[in-house]
């Protein structure tokens, strides 16, 4: 079968590590309710564990690190609950744009980012043109980012430049429409976890998981931690990955 049975011999660092691990980071909410706590707590406690994340991916060896932090869907929640986690998202990036840098770490930003405040686009534009040059992980925060969307979005151009003459819809590849994703120059996605219990994708890198192992846990993100990813990754090492073949 066609597809990505071409990128098998991509997949996968050193000793079965991942080299690309996304995270649908669920259960902040339920953590705080389980507390009798603001749901904000929940948001404020699921920063450190992105803390964490990202130290523990840099520490065991992934390359890439892409983590769904806002989605186009999340708008529809209460004006107030919006305002505290745009508050946290200039805190996040004020505290931990100095450790990501000193680290290596390079920015990277999916999703229609742009239509959010001027404010937290600045910043986001200095943090990405600042991280750049690092050679280390590559972190990418999905921020206003629906999967469908940026499937229309990539389907658009395509067919502006069919309607232009600049290619021909006959000789359309697969390589063409992932050179045009967001995730564009990151590895083929190895691993997709998703806590707090939930078992489905929401509209998250919908195209880059259609090899990728799914690793579902009960934890819930303000819980997850260095052990939780360890754990992670060796269910992705036992795995076997045939890619459609034998």
């Known amino acids: 079968m066609g597809g990505f049975a071409a990128a098998a011999p991509e997949s996968g660092g050193a000793a079965g590590v991942p080299r690309h691990v996304a995270i649908i980071m669920d259960g902040n909410g339920r953590w705080a309710k389980a507390r009798r706590l603001p749901r904000i707590a929940g948001h404020r406690k699921g920063a450190e564990a992105v803390r964490a994340t990202v130290r523990a991916a840099h520490e065991i060896g992934i390359e890439a690190l892409t983590l769904y932090a806002f989605s186009s869907e999340n708008w529809r929640r209460p004006a107030t609950e919006i305002a505290d ?7 996040y990036i004020r505290a931990e744009l100095a450790e990501l840098a000193r ?4 920015l990277r930003v999916i999703g229609d980012w742009r239509k959010l405040e001027p404010d937290i686009v600045t910043m986001l534009d ?5 991280t750049a ?3 280390g992980l590559t972190l990418t925060i999905a921020l206003n980012y629906g999967a469908q969307d940026e499937l229309l979005r990539v389907t658009r151009d395509l067919m502006r430049q069919a309607r232009s003459g600049a290619i021909d819809p006959e000789a359309l590849t697969e390589t063409m429409i992932e050179d045009r994703l967001d995730t564009a120059g990151l590895p083929r996605l190895d691993l997709l976890i998703r806590t707090s219990g939930e078992q489905r994708l929401s509209n998250f890198l919908l195209w880059q998981a259609a090899y990728a192992e799914l690793v579902f846990t009960d934890r819930l993100w303000p819980d997850f931690d260095k052990a939780a990813l360890l754990d992670a990754c060796a269910v992705f090492a036992r795995r ?3 890619y459609g073949g034998l």
């Open 85 to 91: 986690l745009m508050g946290l998202l200039r805190h």
């Open 133 to 135: 040059g690092n050679a």
């Open 240 to 242: 076997e990955r045939r």
């Open 103 to 106: 680290n290596g770490v390079r």
């Open 126 to 130: 200095e943090a990405i043109t600042g």
